[in-house]
């Protein structure tokens, strides 16, 4: 069974971290590429940010840029967002999601909380 699971969501004060988690199983993480959305009240869903699946290539929206850090651990098929110096506007639920462009395959998590309030 495939599944995605995220987890390291919670409450934050404004200034504060937190390192979201995204546990794959069911399938070959890393032949994956990996990455972070996240839902936009009233708008949808914005990108957050990308890693491939080797890791050596990484990209990041405006919005994050300089806060955010992905990774990934294709050993522990575990892929990370490091989320810094939060804001409330960073206040949503993030989703997982890794790609297979070769086999046109994509699975999601079911999202985990992130809340930025004082």
């Known amino acids: 069974e495939v599944q995605l699971v995220e987890s390291g969501g919670g409450l934050v004060q404004p200034g504060g971290s937190l390192r979201l988690s995204c546990a794959a199983s069911?399938?070959?993480?890393?032949?994956?590429?990996m990455t972070w959305v996240r839902q936009v009240p009233g708008k949808g869903l914005e990108w957050v940010s990308s890693?491939?699946?080797?890791?050596?290539?990484?990209y990041y929206g405006d919005s994050v840029k300089g806060r955010f850090t992905i990774s990934r651990d294709n050993a522990k098929n575990t892929g990370y967002l490091q989320m810094n110096s939060l804001k409330p506007e960073d206040t949503t639920i993030y989703y997982c999601v890794t790609v297979s462009w070769s086999e046109s395959r994509d699975y999601w998590g079911q999202g985990t909380q992130v809340t930025v309030s004082s």
């Open positions: 069911g399938f070959v993480f890393s032949n994956y590429d």
């Open positions: 890693i491939n699946k080797g890791g050596g290539t990484i």
